[in-house]
């Protein structure tokens, strides 16, 4: 070993190994050569002798020390028995790890790797065995599985946290959460889960789930906790706990949809099937959506269902179905009228198609309509369109508006019995229909014989059979 020990402030002091070259040295510690070469300018990077020491301006990464080993900078007041302690292993070991070294004479900053004891092949009671999954690391390994990073280290002597490997076995303290007993459900906790939240929304309660989760800390629920919930599985038939209904997946679904579809969010979904991937949903698969179910009868007497369009809101809305926006917000208390989503299905208070007083039908106002054009055009006048429109503003005549003109015009009469009219709008097509009157395409066809399903215009009249 050579007798001058190189200056090295925030480096490490690195023993030169059979094979070393600066280049190699250089790729290990992500330094360059250059680098090594400034830090050591009395060394001879063409003639480098086993053991000697040289400075490399780095720390030491991964892949420094051979596999089976840790790297390890020597600290002040390290001796080779207080290290041998620390990493529960021996003084002879890291002698052999590291012959070049004097154990006497062990400098601050000296690079030493130290060898990692086996890990255990049979864990101590009270713990579960784990093998290391690409993307593993303690602090994820201690929220998944309800411990601590200090308490896996403990029961794991010499592991590197620096440096799991695929593969690798460890022990993990407590029991395995993927063992929840019968008759319960592993539930991963989210952002703004509470135990009291979980308790309701899985019809059971805080005690019942403390019960059946010995240690956990109600008042520190940690992100991607695995905690068992009493009761089944949610996501099985039959199962849906109360203010959800069961659906069964079919071809194109997904969470977005089906939160636009049933008035509820991707979130609400998520909390009420635990488990659910939401990227790979399967035909057939059943899930649990919180409401009170699809279709006709989901909005309340003296109310119908709509589909919001681009650009619908409240007011809007309100103005166009001759209600206000109060009763509209009461109709739908769990809407966000501030974030209405394209598709969404809301409840409008009144009758809803055929909502026109007898005498009269219901028109789409389109662009550059006007009461007087409108007079005109259906042979009536513009007081008898204002009489059966009272609140309606003539000079603020919104594109999409509904309103009801005296006379037979294209209106009453014009669908066979069990159908009505409808008024085509932004979006609709034959297939968005028959799901949002509970019909089918082809009974819509049927009804209507003579129109071309691929060239609907935005105020066509169409004939809707009824369910």
Same mark, same amino acid.
């Given at each position: 070993?050579?007798?001058?020990? $190189?200056?090295?402030?925030?480096?490490?002091?690195?023993?030169?190994?059979?094979?070393?070259?600066?280049?190699?040295?250089?790729?290990?510690?992500?330094?360059?050569?250059?680098?090594?070469?400034?830090?050591?300018?009395?060394?001879?990077? =063409?003639? +480098?002798?086993?053991?000697?020491?040289?400075?490399?301006?780095?720390?030491?990464?991964?892949?420094?020390?051979?596999?089976?080993?840790?790297?390890?900078?020597?600290?002040?007041?390290?001796?080779?028995?207080?290290?041998?302690?620390?990493?529960?292993?021996?003084?002879?070991?890291?002698?052999?790890?590291?012959?070049?070294?004097?154990?006497?004479?062990?400098?601050?900053?000296?690079?030493?790797?130290?060898?990692?004891?086996?890990?255990?092949?049979?864990?101590p009671p009270g713990s579960t065995q784990y093998t290391i999954r690409p993307g593993d690391t303690l602090f994820s390994l201690a929220i998944q599985f309800n411990t601590t990073v200090q308490a896996i280290l403990a029961i794991n002597p010499g592991l590197d946290p620096n440096n799991l490997r695929v593969g690798q076995i460890i022990c993990i303290p407590g029991p395995t959460p993927t063992q929840c007993p019968p008759g319960s459900t592993q539930y991963t906790i989210r952002p703004g889960d509470t135990l009291f939240s979980l308790a309701i929304q899985f019809n059971t309660t805080v005690q019942a789930i403390?019960?059946?989760?010995?240690? +956990?800390?109600?008042?520190?629920?940690?992100?991607?906790?695995?905690?068992?919930?009493?009761?089944?599985?949610?996501?099985?038939?039959?199962?849906?706990?109360?203010?959800?209904?069961?659906?069964?997946?079919?071809?194109?679904?997904?969470?977005?949809?089906?939160?636009?579809?049933?008035?509820?969010?991707?979130?609400?979904? +998520?909390?009420?099937?635990?488990?659910?991937?939401? =990227?790979? +949903?399967?035909?057939?698969?059943?899930?649990?959506?919180?409401?009170?179910?699809?279709?006709?009868?989901?909005?309340?007497?003296?109310?119908?269902?709509?589909?919001?369009?681009?650009?619908?809101?409240?007011?809007?809305?309100?103005?166009?179905?001759?209600?206000?926006?109060?009763?509209?917000?009461?109709?739908?208390?769990?809407?966000?009228?501030?974030?209405?989503?394209?598709?969404?299905?809301?409840?409008?208070?009144?009758? #809803?198609?055929?909502?026109? $007083?007898?005498?009269?039908?219901?028109?789409?106002?389109?662009?550059?309509?006007?009461?007087?054009?409108?007079? =005109?055009?259906?042979?009536?006048?513009?007081?008898?369109?204002?009489?059966?429109?009272?609140?309606?503003?003539?000079? =603020?005549?919104?594109? #999409?508006?509904?309103?009801?003109?005296?006379?037979?015009?294209?209106?009453?009469?014009?669908?066979?019995?069990?159908?009505?009219?409808?008024?085509?709008?932004?979006?609709?097509?034959?297939?968005?229909?028959?799901?949002?009157?509970?019909?089918?395409?082809?009974?819509?066809?049927?009804?209507?014989?003579?129109?071309?399903?691929?060239?609907?215009?935005?105020?066509?009249?169409?004939?809707?059979?009824?369910?």
């Amino acid at each position: 070993m050579a007798n001058n020990t $190189p200056s090295c402030p925030g480096g490490t002091l690195y023993n030169i190994r059979p094979g070393d070259t600066f280049f190699n040295i250089a790729a290990r510690f992500g330094v360059t050569v250059h680098d090594l070469m400034r830090a050591n300018p009395r060394v001879d990077p =063409n003639n +480098l002798r086993i053991c000697d020491l040289i400075c490399v301006p780095a720390q030491p990464r991964p892949g420094v020390c051979p596999t089976g080993s840790t790297a390890y900078l020597v600290a002040p007041g390290d001796t080779l028995f207080s290290i041998a302690a620390r990493f529960n292993t021996t003084v002879e070991a890291i002698n052999s790890a590291n012959p070049c070294i004097d154990p006497t004479n062990l400098r601050v900053s000296q690079l030493l790797c130290i060898p990692q004891a086996p890990m255990p092949t049979v864990c101590p009671p009270g713990s579960t065995q784990y093998t290391i999954r690409p993307g593993d690391t303690l602090f994820s390994l201690a929220i998944q599985f309800n411990t601590t990073v200090q308490a896996i280290l403990a029961i794991n002597p010499g592991l590197d946290p620096n440096n799991l490997r695929v593969g690798q076995i460890i022990c993990i303290p407590g029991p395995t959460p993927t063992q929840c007993p019968p008759g319960s459900t592993q539930y991963t906790i989210r952002p703004g889960d509470t135990l009291f939240s979980l308790a309701i929304q899985f019809n059971t309660t805080v005690q019942a789930i403390l019960a059946i989760n010995p240690g +956990l800390d109600p008042n520190n629920l940690r992100v991607g906790q695995i905690i068992c919930i009493p009761g089944p599985s949610p996501t099985q038939p039959g199962r849906c706990p109360t203010g959800s209904f069961e659906y069964t997946i079919r071809s194109g679904d997904t969470i977005y949809n089906l939160a636009i579809e049933f008035n509820t969010t991707v979130e609400a979904i +998520l909390a009420i099937n635990p488990g659910i991937n939401p =990227n790979n +949903l399967q035909i057939g698969q059943v899930i649990c959506i919180p409401g009170t179910g699809p279709g006709p009868g989901r909005c309340p007497a003296g109310t119908f269902e709509y589909t919001i369009m681009a650009g619908d809101t409240f007011f809007s809305l309100a103005n166009r179905f001759n209600t206000t926006v109060a009763a509209i917000q009461a109709a739908n208390p769990n809407v966000d009228p501030n974030n209405l989503q394209i598709g969404q299905v809301i409840c409008i208070p009144g009758a #809803g198609p055929g909502r026109c $007083p007898a005498g009269t039908f219901e028109y789409t106002i389109m662009a550059g309509d006007t009461f007087f054009s409108l007079a =005109n055009r259906f042979n009536t006048t513009v007081a008898a369109i204002q009489a059966a429109n009272p609140n309606v503003d003539p000079n =603020n005549l919104q594109i #999409g508006q509904v309103i009801c003109i005296p006379g037979a015009g294209p209106g009453p009469g014009r669908c066979p019995a069990g159908t009505f009219e409808y008024t085509v709008r932004s979006g609709d097509t034959f297939f968005a229909l028959a799901r949002r009157f509970n019909t089918t395409v082809a009974a819509i066809q049927a009804a209507n014989p003579n129109v071309d399903p691929d060239r609907l215009q935005i105020g066509q009249q169409i004939c809707i059979p009824q369910s």
